[in-house]
């Protein structure tokens, strides 16, 4: 057998700089682009956050003892959860350059030889449940925020109240519309918006703060937890409202990818959290202003009547930019869910070659729009919203600390009187903070719950059933390696090209070159051959001549400019290919094929091959369990609306495209992948008898746990 023999594959020169750098995606520069996408959300929460605490569904006396409190319980809120638990933290456990929860989930997998088994699939399990909660909250989240921005036009002209429906909705749709711009384009377009926007925060809070310098007394943590041991049982729902103010912190950290956590952390403390802080100082300053609050919407009493309007514009705008950073987060997610295998296959664009994780998926874009578009609806109103606003995050972010807790003591391996002591303050702050807004579920906050429990069942479907059916694939195909399929060909080629033996078969060999996609790359003799090539020789009864077994890299750099090809060749006609390609790039298999001939790889005399790609059909017979029977039909549809390989690596066209069917048998027994063919005679279908051993054979069912 001859080494792995690798050919450079002839790029253009102009993309040998394309990748950014670590010190461009620190610059002030990128950290004013992130403004944009990833701080929309904890952006624009002084629209809503304070307003809940004193005039809200439980609302309290705004004196001057309670404002501090409150004022006091966000400031220390904000600095805790965001800047220094997410911020300072959490952000530094990036999988690759990528955020968000399931990065952590990376992390993990990659320790797991070093993390106990029970450890590992209890924080395995909930990290997955947090992910799916997060899809619930990006729902809400661009229905919370541009509902509350429009409300204030009501403020301003009353008579348009009949228009905040309507209007939040075609700005949703709007939103939603220009996703596949990409994020950097976006983000060009909002983040003068938001900067803007911040300074409407600080510009218009500063003439409260000097006429009520006292607020200032709120930064002392005391005036908080007298607050809260003042309240009693209402504290509950106090707490339940100040985690208002940091909704947006789990989306800031699934938003890494976009921008780098450099750019992110300047961002933040150069920009953002000043902003808010001065903000709710402002807020809380014209709490204690005995002038009337108009509408009970607090945000806009600090704008004066010449600047209502546009700061009406504005807010809405900011908004819009809020929903950005739960969408990008909500591509991210996916994206990440889908390289761990455990997401259907969905399409994805890449908007920048420089930035991987700059991502536009289609259907989660539209799906996140018809659940925004409904819970508009059916809420009506910020201030339903916000009483259904706080469960999923809140849990998300406790789950994110317990995972952090698994990634800093087996992989950063940091003693035990450092994790311990952080984490756990870290995860009592999130308990409280989930704990408060339990009490939220009958007032609309099982919304997010029922979202997230149907997209953690999705994951868990689809890997039930990628294990249930991998299983059958590896028992099926495994069995045979390659030395067996080689020894084969021997044989016809001593029998002079027709093997027989004593039943009624005959096995060929074609002149003909067949390209058969594997998931799992074959470089050794002893390596077993794919359950696809099996059925081909079953369904034929044909040995191609020369036969090619490519598999598909998708790597996490934009363009791969050289060792694209990995080739080893086991002579007797038999190849294995692996091909490599950036994620900027359209995988072209048919181009690559090409490439290789020319490069002679593929014998000059060839001029011609079929590629033979799989498609499972999964068949589930009657007298399966009812359980097994449900998850099956469940997976079926699953698999259905997924994408299949051969289509997501450009083998969209027809010619020279053939289809293997895989049957996969579904019985009370188990499952298996059954013999493609049907034997008229009852008593050969008995037997079983296999073409490409000759002899009879029976495909044992596996038992599926």
Known sequence: MKTFREIINREKSTHANSSMDNKTKGS??????????????????????????FLGHNPIVADLPNVLGAVSLFFWTLFIVVSF???????????????????LLGLIKNNHYKIPQKVYLSISVLILFGAALLYGDGMITPAISVISAVEGLAIALPSTINLIIPLTLIILFVLFAIQKKGTEKVASYFSPIMILWLVSLIGFSIPYILKSPEIFQSINPLFGIRFLYREGINSIWIIGTVVLC???????????????????????????????????????????DPTPIAGGNLFYALVSNWALIPMVILSTLATVIASQALISGAFSLTYQAMALGVF?????????RDMGGQIYMPFINWALFIGCAFLVIFFRNSGNLAAAYGIAVTGTMAITTMAFF?????????????????????????????????????????????????????????????????VAYKIYGGRKSLSWYIDLKRKLERSGGILEDSRPRNIVESDRMVVLLSSHPVNELQDGIPATLRIFLKRSGVIPKHLMLLTIHQERIPFVLKDRYKVVNFGNGVISAQI????????????SLRDLWAEGIIRKGIRRCSIEVGEEEIIIRSNTPIINKVLARIYRYVLNL?????????????????????????????IRIDIPEFALVFEEEKEAIDPDTLIPTKTEFNKIS
């Open 28 to 53: 002030i520069g990128l950290a004013i682009l992130a403004l944009g996408v990833v701080f929309g959300d904890i952006g624009t929460s002084p629209l809503y956050a304070l307003k809940e605490t």
């Open 85 to 103: 638990k997410y911020v300072l933290l959490i952000m530094r456990a990036d999988n690759d350059g990528e955020g968000g929860i399931l990065s």
């Open 246 to 288: 940091v909704t947006g912190a789990e989306a800031l950290f699934a938003d890494l990818g976009h921008f780098g956590r450099k750019a992110i952390t300047k961002a933040w403390f150069f920009f953002v959290y000043p902003a808010l802080i001065i903000n709710y100082l402002g807020q809380g300053a014209r709490l204690l």
């Open 344 to 352: 259907p296959r969905l399409r994805v664009l890449h908007t920048n």
């Open 406 to 470: 698994v990634v800093a003591k087996y992989k950063f391996e940091w003693p035990d009187y450092v994790s311990v002591p952080i984490c756990g303050f870290l995860i009592i702050i999130d308990i409280i903070f989930l704990g408060a807004n339990l009490v939220k579920f009958f007032h609309g906050g099982y919304m997010p719950i029922i979202v997230g429990l149907m997209i953690f069942f999705i994951m868990w479907i689809w890997q039930w059933g990628r294990k249930t059916i991998g």
């Open 580 to 591: 490599r390609f950036g994620f900027m790039e359209d995988p072209d298999v048919k181009k």
């Open 642 to 670: 997924s994408i299949p390989a051969h289509r997501y690596f450009g083998l969209n066209n027809a010619s020279g495209l053939n289809k293997i069917i895989v049957p996969i048998v579904i019985d009370k027994e188990g």
